[in-house]
């Protein structure tokens, strides 16, 4: 079986979404690429709270500093981002208005981190509507492990990441 390529790309304030990506990526053997603003945001939680909500308001597409390898040359694309107010951060947007072309033909596989505030269920269909990609769902990246990873893109399943089988007992009643 041909190995797959696979391209993760992640924005990540704090670096939880980071450590996931990177964890995830050697775990699976895949490219990995952050997504640095050219701007950073705001190191104080409530102020960068407060840029996203704004460049959310005006629908801004904050500039990518990092270089992003061009996703066309993958069979598997996937995007990382904390929720920020129960949506994902502009600049994942910026990244696929950036490949567009590359993307279009493409599922796209999400994941997320968030504070306790669980994957909103309407994130990947307000993403569709904002980007017009076609995604595979997300992931609720504080709750991913390599076996979903792994069945959710398709992908060979080791035997050491495989649940172990409980094996069948048969009960006898008791009188």
Known sequence: ??????????FS???????????????????I???????????NYLSCIGAALKEMKN??????QSEVPDPSGYD??????????????????????????????KKIYLFCTHGGSKVPKKIVSDMKRISGMNFAGCMD???????????????????????PVVPETKSKKLR
């Open 76 to 105: 598997y694309v996937m995007a990382g981002f904390p929720v920020w107010c129960n949506v994902c951060p502009n600049i994942i947007y910026s990244f696929f208005d950036m490949y567009r072309e590359q993307l279009k033909d």
């Open 13 to 31: 304030r704090s670096g939880r979404t980071k450590a996931l990506a990177r964890n995830m990526g050697m775990v699976i053997g895949a490219d």
């Open 33 to 43: 690429c952050e997504l640095v603003p050219e701007k950073p945001y705001p190191s």
């Open 141 to 163: 990246g504080n709750e991913m492990n390599e076996y979903d990873t792994r069945a959710w893109l398709g992908l060979e399943i080791p035997d050491y990441v495989k649940p």
């Open 59 to 64: 629908n801004a597409r904050p500039k990518i």
């Open 1 to 10: 079986m041909q190995r797959k390529k696979i391209l993760i790309v992640y």
